[in-house]
């Protein structure tokens, strides 16, 4: 007579279906929070220079730019603009929020590839979440995205700003990231960057004063 061996318990399986529960107990979470998560697009970035250096800026209207303060320092100074296609045109500010290191730039001839979604709701990442920059660092690496975390929220000592509330971010940028966007995983932009604050580190502005001047909030 044959013996009847003893089923296999696989530890493999006893996990896979705890977490199988556990989505369908939390609505889906589990399966939403390890989803395959996608860089943005960078057709809404174009790139400046100035007599001073590089920047970069994303489309908020077919015609208008938003960028860092610092980028754009000089009233009336024009700006070249390089778009994701190559066609190039000339910007100039209309909106400078220098407190908050915020700018407005528009540009004439030509119109945007694509618009950026700006998440003027008030609602910001959490601490931990993925989160995206595109921008030319150095001026040696157009349209280059870099990828980090939200690594908190608070003041910064930089002198000049009336910022209380910068979005700190476990990210590399360089010097030609300033104005660039912060993209969250939903591809919305949830700030400029600002500035470079270590070696892995970086802070950006939050969107108020942009979604204040376009409308939007």
Known sequence: MASKRKARVDPFHI??????????????????????????????VALLETNTGFCTAFFVAPRLLATAGHCV???GQAI????????QAKGYAIFDDDAN??????????????VASLR???????IGEPIWTVGNPMGLLPWFVSHGT?????PTKSPGYDVHDYLWMGITIASGNSGGPVFDTSGRV????SALAGERFGFAVPLASICQELGLA
């Open 73 to 75: 320092e000089k009233p």
């Open 120 to 126: 003027c709701d008030g609602i910001r990442p959490s």
């Open 15 to 44: 996990m896979a279906g705890v977490i199988v529960a556990a989505a369908v107990v939390l609505g889906g979470a589990v399966l939403a929070v390890n989803r395959p998560l996608a860089p943005p697009s960078p057709a809404s």
């Open 101 to 114: 290191d915020v700018a407005i730039i528009a540009i004439q001839g030509v119109t945007a590839p694509e």
């Open 150 to 154: 939200v690594a908190g929220y608070g």
């Open 80 to 87: 070249t603009v390089t778009l994701r296609d190559g066609r």
């Open 190 to 193: 949830v700030g400029v960057v």
